[in-house]
């Protein structure tokens, strides 16, 4: 009886080195924008929006280097959190501005009220 073993290896040093990392770091880096003070739009929206476009490049690069399957595999999922966690970062963001506004806003009625209540 004649028996063949193949021994399949799989190099996992490439990907992290050009997705897992990158990744992580575009992530990392949009959570930057939590420590931004929340009246700095322009800075938070920079960064947010630089941050997925990156990854959007990134996995666009990924798909010429990766066989073409018709599923979803590990790497897949991983570029789909992180996403989830890029757009998470802009979510939070567009609400904590519009809440800024909106106290705002309330704000000065209330002293407008106060004020017009102290005038009469």
């Known amino acids: ?3 063949v073993d193949f021994v399949l290896k799989r190099h996992m040093g490439y990907y992290i080195l050009q ?3 990158p990744s992580s770091m575009l992530v990392m880096l949009s959570w930057v924008s939590f420590f931004i003070h929340r009246e700095a739009t322009a800075d938070r929206v920079n960064i947010g929006v630089m941050t ?3 990854l959007a490049t990134l996995s666009f690069d990924i798909r010429n280097y990766t ?3 018709p599923y979803l595999t590990a790497l897949d999922w991983f570029v789909i959190m992180a996403y989830a966690f ?3 970062s802009l979510l939070q963001f567009a609400f904590v501005h519009y809440f800024t506004k909106v106290k705002i806003i ?3 009625i ?3 009220e106060i004020n017009f209540i102290y005038i009469i």
Do not use: G
């Open 106 to 108: 309330l704000i000065i």
């Open 110 to 112: 209330f002293f407008c």
């Open 19 to 21: 997705v897992y990392v």
């Open 86 to 88: 890029l757009l998470a």
């Open 1 to 3: 009886m004649l028996r």
């Open 67 to 69: 066989a073409v399957v």
């Open 52 to 54: 997925f476009l990156s």
